[in-house]
């Protein structure tokens, strides 16, 4: 049986989606983030030398990276292509984009604004906070916020278009994407991007995506 090693607030929670969908049997292990840090517990590293999530194990096989797990999930088990558009067609390469382009070029970025959000709080010594908050802000409004703005004008214009990132059909592709819809709106970042803000409502009113929360918890992504 497949195994999700599953971090909370995490990535991880796209893999259960996705195995949700497929209608696959899966067994979770649950990981709690350390409180004062929020970052993945050691004992991580025993399923895969990085110590991150997501992390599956199927048998003797070890996958870690989501765009790498969706390939794999959807290479061997979905086998009437339900999640994945035609070959050679022109959803199929917008299919590759976007799973390949929500970890390469829209995480960083989400990623880095809330590292420099965290600049003002513990564990930085309260000294130095007042001087963090400054520099934070300053990369934020002249760097960050432009670039996220950026990359959500892209996205509401292809959400103009169609209903799902790759087409008309909902794919792993829309799953990959969920996560960087769901940071934003967690701040309050999808105010004025009706098209994501739509998608996203979509999104959630899955079926197999509510059974996803009910088996790895709510997201709390909020900074």
């Not at 350390?34 to 194990?57: N, W, Y």
């Not at 390469?93 to 990623?111: C, D, K, N, Q, T």
């Not at 990132?165 to 996560?179: K, L, R, V, Y």
């Amino acid at each position: 049986m497949i195994k999700v090693h599953h971090l909370e607030n995490s990535r991880s929670q796209r893999v259960l989606w996705l195995l949700e969908e497929l209608g696959l049997d899966y067994e979770t292990v649950e990981y709690a983030r350390d409180p004062e840090t929020m970052l993945a517990p050691a004992k991580l590293k025993q399923v895969h030398p990085l110590g991150k999530s997501p992390v599956i194990t199927d048998g003797e096989i070890t996958l870690a990276e989501s765009g790498a797990i969706i390939d794999y999930l959807i290479e061997r088990y979905d086998t009437k292509r339900s999640l994945i558009p035609a070959p050679d067609s022109a959803d199929h390469r917008h299919y590759r984009f976007w799973l390949h382009y929500a970890e390469g070029s829209a995480m960083p970025l989400l990623v880095m604004k809330l590292v420099f959000s965290r600049l003002g709080k513990s564990p930085v010594p309260a000294p130095m906070r007042p001087l963090g908050n400054m520099f934070a802000s300053g990369v934020k409004d002249k760097f960050l916020n432009p670039q996220i703005r950026q990359h959500m004008d892209f996205w509401e214009g292809v959400l103009g278009k169609s209903a799902w990132f790759a087409g008309e059909q909902f794919t792993a592709a829309d799953i990959q994407m969920s996560f960087p819809l769901l940071a934003l709106d967690a701040r309050g970042g999808l105010e004025g991007s009706p098209n994501l803000k739509a998608c996203l409502t979509r999104m959630r009113e899955r079926p197999a995506y509510q059974r996803a929360i009910e088996q790895g918890g709510e997201f709390n992504l909020s900074e």
